[in-house]
């Protein structure tokens, strides 16, 4: 298997953590430039044979650190464009353990969603 498969939720979970502004964003500035700032903390869950297992991380990312991800890997690190938000978003490379290829399959329970053994 060649791919990764990442799962990014639209709707956003309780938290007491503030979001955080972006860097180069003057927060006085009305419109802020047209960016606020980071959102509502949402679950980021990656399904690939070179995820790591049972592994939290604690990396602030958001959507575009799948684009940063996409550049880092095939691009040689270089940007799409000027001023988008890949440039600042946080890597997600923690969540790989490409050293590691896990050849075991987990197949799911759909009643219960538990591991079939």
């Known amino acids: 298997m060649t791919c990764a498969v990442k799962i990014l939720f639209l709707g956003c979970i309780s938290t007491s ?3 955080v502004p972006l860097p180069g964003i003057n927060p006085t500035t009305a ?3 047209g960016r606020c700032g980071y959102g509502p903390r949402i679950p980021f869950v990656v399904i690939s044979p070179y995820a790591k297992a049972n592994f939290v991380d604690h990396t602030l990312i958001d959507q575009s650190s799948v684009i940063r991800f996409i550049e880092d890997n095939w691009l040689n690190s ?3 464009r000027a001023g988008s938000f890949d440039a600042y978003a946080g890597p997600i490379n ?3 353990n490409f050293a590691h290829l896990r050849t075991t399959k987990l197949i799911l329970d759909p009643a219960t969603g538990e591991p079939v053994p």
Do not use: E, V, Y
């Open 78 to 80: 270089k940007r799409l």
């Open 94 to 96: 923690n969540m790989f």
């Open 17 to 19: 953590i503030c979001p």
């Open 31 to 33: 419109h802020a430039q």
